[in-house]
């Protein structure tokens, strides 16, 4: 019986992979390059646009837009009351769209540098809010002075400057230990467009900040400091961000509804107008 010859087989050809190709959109070159949370956010933003210019999503060459197009932008959504933040999330996308447009060619230096020097929306935004009830001043007053650590001591201090001063969120953590005037008990309020105004302190608002600046010391800086996880004074400057998660923290500690630092200002003028804000803290600091 012969010995079978071997077959020598030889293995398949396979087509070669195809070269993955550069991508040329610039929308897409971009949106790539965002988290898959961000890249939700700016194609929402990105759709807001397309409907305000009447012209379908799919159907817009971002990259053909060119400065005058951005600035129309800008403008009609600050028109349409729209946040400075949520507007700043907008132009930051077309600027990167931009971007991604001149590194592909498809935009000139000149315009793109034109597009980039679009300034971004400036301000606070207020939502719409309520005004506090004496009653809930007083229970977010009460849940502070339970708290017998600095927090309590500082947020209580918070709270009767935004209830009494009617103050923004923006103009409390601007106040430097130099705005407090002890006698007779005065800030120094730096406001929108760095117009100054003083505003007087009842003497239990006045009081509660005493005693905040027995605990923060004397060095210069902000008036309220943020404080390390001990209670120890950081000495570094809050933000308008953690003022209201202070206040969040607060709220659900007291045991009402929701409030905004800005709701605190509606407070103060339903307030000045009845006359009957000005002892609220003062009564709390005894019974406690």
């Not at 890249?39 to 210019?53: D, I, P, Y």
């Amino acid at each position: 019986m012969s010995a079978i010859e071997p077959v020598a087989v030889n293995p398949p050809v396979l087509p070669p992979e195809p070269a993955q190709q550069p991508i040329e959109d610039p929308l897409l070159a971009y949106l790539g390059s965002l988290s898959p949370r961000s890249r939700v956010t700016v194609e929402e933003r990105l759709r807001a646009v397309a409907r305000m210019m009447q012209v379908p999503y799919e159907q817009v060459v971002w990259h053909e837009l060119r400065a005058h197009h951005v600035e129309w932008i800008h403008q009609a959504l600050t028109e349409r009351g729209v946040a400075p933040s949520t507007v700043n999330v907008t132009l930051s996308a077309l600027k990167g769209i931009a971007r991604r447009a001149r590194n592909l060619n498809l935009m000139s230096s000149d315009e793109y540098d034109r597009i980039r020097d679009v300034r971004g929306a400036k301000g606070e935004w207020e939502p719409a809010g309520r005004s506090a009830t004496a009653g809930e001043i007083e229970a977010l007053v009460r849940a502070c002075l339970r708290d017998r650590t600095p927090a309590g001591i500082r947020d209580v201090a918070m709270l009767g400057v935004l209830y009494i001063g009617g103050i923004r969120r923006t103009e409390l953590v601007g106040l430097q230990l130099s705005d407090y005037i002890p006698d007779p008990a005065t800030l120094k309020v730096r406001g929108k467009g760095n117009k100054h105004r003083s505003v007087p302190l009842t003497a239990a608002a006045a009081a509660a900040v005493n005693d905040w600046l027995r605990i923060r010391g004397d060095f210069p800086g902000a008036l309220f400091v943020s404080l390390t996880q001990k209670g120890e004074v950081a000495g570094t400057s809050m933000t308008g961000r953690a003022i209201s998660k202070i206040l969040l923290k607060r709220v659900g500690q007291a045991g009402v509804e929701p409030l905004s630092p800005h709701d605190f200002r509606r407070t103060f003028v339903v307030m000045c107008t009845n006359c009957g804000h000005e002892n609220i803290v003062d009564r709390q600091r005894a019974e406690l």
